[in-house]
């Protein structure tokens, strides 16, 4: 097999993505569905026991997946074994749909998925312990010099595309909107130690006067408490928070790998951060758009202004592009794994040919993320079939 055909690289997405703007972990829990961690099949034996992991219905549209038990089964119902995925909590709800699904046609396979996060996914994927992981952002370069020492080859399949959703409490009425600039005096290095909203005003409003194209501030910030509950590190969600909103503040202002502030409350579920977020009137963070969507009723997203003014977080501005942190989702497939274990090409082909048409989607009982365009969907499936 050709390696460039088994990996569907980051900048490449990213300028397929920009192009559909055009015309269109992390991450959590350790939610499991069915059976522990697969011991038939090789990429999976050394997964960790989880048969007393949470079922997976904590996951958001995961046991709601549309009906589609009626249709032709995959592999013809015949096949046995077992599937072990990881990877990103933002992920995870498709990955559970898709192999709930896939285990009611085929109940000889046992199908496990957690989402301890990105960037432990990758972890256990590049030690051979995972059959796939789920990803929220790309396999970074020291992520992939790990995987080929360890001589685990893969295919990178961009499966959807998420908003990043900034949010608050809906008792918040004094935020309504804010800008990467905001974000930055907010959560930014600066921001360390920062108690109250009303104490960055004067950051932001100094930012403001350098900063003139990631738009404008929304000062004076409420005289509040600032209650943050966020992603921690391991979480694809927070490295693409970091590098999309933090690092290009930090870039104008001069400042070299700006990270968030480290004073905050990170957790790598984001059902975690759910509850924090609505625990506390005057509390910020993010999380993957189908969390958010999935919780309405608790937490308020905030309308972000990237440089174009304030943008909601929804299906058509994710789509669309216009929402200023929208982003690629990913499943990777291990190449030692598929060749090993006969039940992981009919799955994937399942998941490539039907599910992420069809789990994914603005309806009721789909997983809230947005469906591939009709060029980013060519191109998966090419990639896929051209394994």
Known sequence: MNTSKRRLLAGAIALSL????CGDDDDTSS?????????DAPAATDAPDMTEAPAATD????????????????????LSGSIFISGSST???ISIAAADIFADRNPGVAMTVEG????????????GESDSSGASRAMKAEEIAVCEEAGIEFIELQVGVDGISVLTSPENTAVECLSFVDLYALLGPDATGV??????TS??????????DLGAVNTPYPDAQLTITAPGEESGTFDFFVEAVIESVGEALGVEDANVRPDYTASPNDNVIIEGIAANPTSLGWVGYAFAAENLEVIKTIEVDGGDGCVEVNPDTIGSGEYPISRPLFMYVSIPALESNPALEPYFDYVI???ITTVIGPEEGQVPYVQLNDELLAETQRVWEEK
């Open 91 to 93: 992920v995870e709800p």
């Open 195 to 200: 108690n109250n909203w009303a104490d960055a």
């Open 353 to 355: 040919g039907e599910a």
């Open 203 to 212: 950051v932001a409003d100094e930012i403001a006067a350098t900063v003139t």
């Open 31 to 39: 939610d499991t569905t069915q059976a522990p961690a697969a011991t």
């Open 59 to 78: 996951a958001p549209a995961a046991t709601d997946a549309p009906d589609m038990t009626e249709a032709p089964d995959e592999g013809g119902g015949d």
């Open 116 to 127: 301890p996060g990105t960037g432990d996914g990758f972890a256990k994927f590049c030690n």
């Open 18 to 21: 920009v192009a559909a703007a």
